[in-house]
């Protein structure tokens, strides 16, 4: 890349520069990763499951092509700089060949606030279906509405989330947790049901997976929940294949 | 290799370069060089076999959440800009030139024409950034591609059945966001073509690329260098671009955005950030703001809708592989300015 740096100062080079195919090592990169991923069973980790065989399909298909490309040595005639893409290869082999793949956790929680923007509208198409598929979505809305909580007060269920502390830190209150994505975990908002155990810290830590059994109850005249999820047990659990509800 | 050598006797100082890795030929040389690609594919996915979590388990958590939303925008957009480069290398190179004497020749009406030329084109708004490439490489003007980029991400088939999807015909929503777009789209359009000389809106880097496209070697020898042109040039810029919207989001809590929620006048602006920050894809973002629709007033969603399809940090991060940052400049103005009148305007009459 050293013909790049003499060339800056007379910008850029007429017709015909050649710069060396950076592009086809950066497709190489995504689309590995994306296929490892999905493989794997990790994409959802980062997009909604109706992307996957989209994305997966134009992965290999984008992975052919370049290592095509490449074999027939075709160069990039225009484009980038060289040491902008060399460290774009080295941020793209960082960050998705190296570092784990891993669920959004408490730090965005916190960012977030947990049922900042419960959508109330859909739960009063819930109520009269079967509470056992409802998902901790469908409760968060249901809890923050006070006119649909009041037909679930002493419903029992089993839900599956992540431990969350809430906003004043309480000693005796958890919110069990799942992020909800819409596209893809950028545009993931946190909605969580308010889980009573006192000196819950002693026993769980914010973003372990819990599992917890127990029924809906009143709550006090504190927070905007009208009802509290009061447990009967609390199992740790792996985080599941699908950490995000969709 | 024959263009290789016309392209070379073009830039004499590249000589040297080009003596000292001298091209294989024939087919050894492409079976040796194929060999090679998968060579990196096995070493690529043999790294991600063995990467062992310790290494990074001092990441603060902070950290790991910046990497996961950055790559998410980054997965979630790659595939359409690979489906956009794949419909643009189409354009550029298969599509025969008798296809393009059917756009009218007045140009308010070219304009009108190419807002929705996306119907025919359904990708979202960065797999537009290198199908308007190809449509300038095709002798497309620099107003009439940003009218495309503009109206396409909205004027397309997958993004009105999703905001219909999400809104219905409630509160006048979609239609809002069908004509708002292409209003602004026309707009656009029409202050770029009044700019005096509009090659210097283009970064000449690109501009370059307009010069350099002679039509030399097969069609296929040509769609594989603009696939490796393409990639180069868009790939770096859509990592920037992912990366830089991941941290802003780390970096500005969101809750002190939608406390502004509110306020007729405030609330406008916030969703515009927003939509700016959280750089969707327009074919989705209707679903993500149905679940502020009843903490905002409907103007706001308009405008979320209407400028995050338009311009976003992840948009701008493309389009400036193309543009001079004067240019998106202007574009940014256009658009922010005539989303935030159509968003209030919406507040004052409802």
């Not at chain 1, 049901?193 to 109850?217: H, I, L």
């Not at chain 2, 050894?28 to 060089?33: K, Q």
């Not at chain 2, 393009?100 to 119907?119: E, I």
């Not at chain 2, 069908?178 to 690109?206: E, Q, Y």
Request: net charge neutral.
């Amino acid at each position: 890349m050293s013909s790049d740096s003499h060339h800056d100062h007379g910008h850029r080079a007429g017709p015909g520069r050649h710069v060396p195919p950076w592009g086809l090592l950066l497709t190489l990169i995504g689309s590995v990763s994306i296929l490892w991923l999905g493989t794997t069973g990790q994409l959802g980790l980062y997009i909604h499951p109706r992307y996957f065989v989209f994305t997966e399909v134009t992965a290999a298909l984008a992975a052919l092509a370049a290592v095509a490309a490449f074999a027939v040595r075709a160069a990039s005639t225009a484009g980038g700089r060289g040491w902008t893409a060399g460290a774009t290869a080295v941020v793209l082999v960082l960050t998705l060949l190296v570092i784990p793949p891993a669920t959004l956790s408490n730090a965005t929680v916190q960012q977030r606030s947990v049922n900042a923007s419960v959508d109330t509208g859909d739960t009063t198409k819930l109520v009269g279906t079967d509470p056992s598929n409802f998902t901790v979505r469908d409760w968060a809305g249901i809890i923050a509405d006070p006119g649909s909580a009041a037909t679930y007060a002493g419903q029992k269920v089993t839900l599956v989330g992540f431990v969350s502390p809430t906003a004043s830190g309480a000693a005796d209150t958890f919110f069990l947790t799942r992020f909800v994505i819409t596209c893809c975990a950028a545009d993931a908002v946190p909605v969580g049901v308010p889980v009573t155990a006192s000196r819950w810290a002693d026993t769980y830590s914010a973003d372990q997976w819990v599992k917890v059994t127990g029924s809906f109850v009143p709550a006090g005249d504190s927070g905007d929940a009208a009802l509290v999820l009061k447990p009967q047990t609390i199992a740790v659990v792996p985080q599941p294949a699908q950490p995000y509800e969709g | 290799m024959a263009q290789r050598s016309a392209v070379s006797a073009v830039s004499h100082d590249h000589h040297e370069h080009d003596h000292a890795a001298p091209p294989p030929h024939g087919a050894r040389g492409v079976a040796l060089r194929g060999a090679i690609g998968l060579a990196a594919v096995a070493a690529l996915l043999a790294l991600r076999l063995v990467a062992d979590p310790d290494w990074t388990s001092w990441l603060p958590a902070a950290g790991r959440d910046l990497v996961t939303l950055s790559l998410s925008v980054l997965l979630e957009s790659l595939p359409f800009v690979f489906l956009g480069i794949a419909i643009s290398i189409l354009v550029q190179i298969w599509l025969p030139d008798r296809a393009w004497r059917l756009l009218p020749r007045q140009p308010t009406l070219r304009r009108a024409a190419l807002s929705v030329l996306g119907v025919l084109f359904p990708v979202c708004q960065c797999g537009n950034v290198p199908l308007a490439r190809g449509l300038m490489l095709r002798g497309l003007g620099v107003g009439e591609t940003l009218t495309f980029l503009v109206a396409a991400p909205i004027l397309n088939p997958v993004t009105i059945i999703t905001t219909y999807q999400a809104f219905g015909f409630d509160r006048g929503i979609l239609v809002s966001r069908i004509v708002g777009a292409f209003v602004i789209a026309n707009l656009v359009g029409w202050v770029f073509s009044r700019h005096p000389a509009p090659s210097t809106l283009l970064t000449p880097s690109f501009e370059a690329a307009c010069a350099a496209d002679e039509h030399t070697g097969g069609r296929w020898r040509r769609s594989a260098e603009s696939f490796a042109t393409e990639t180069t040039a868009m790939l770096p810029a859509l990592v920037a671009g992912s990366f830089l919207a991941g941290a802003i989001q780390v970096g500005v809590p969101r809750d002190v955005l939608l406390g502004l929620g509110g306020h007729p006048v405030l609330s406008v602006a916030v969703l515009m950030l927003l939509a700016f920050v959280v750089s969707l894809c327009s074919n989705v973002d209707a679903f993500f703001i149905l679940a502020f629709a009843s903490t905002f007033a409907t103007g706001g969603i308009v405008a979320f809708l209407v400028f995050g399809a338009m311009v976003d940090i992840k948009m701008l991060a493309l389009l400036r592989t193309t543009y001079t940052t004067r240019a998106l400049i202007l574009l940014t103005a256009v658009v922010g300015l005539c989303s935030l009148v159509l968003g209030l305007g919406l507040n004052l009459v409802l």
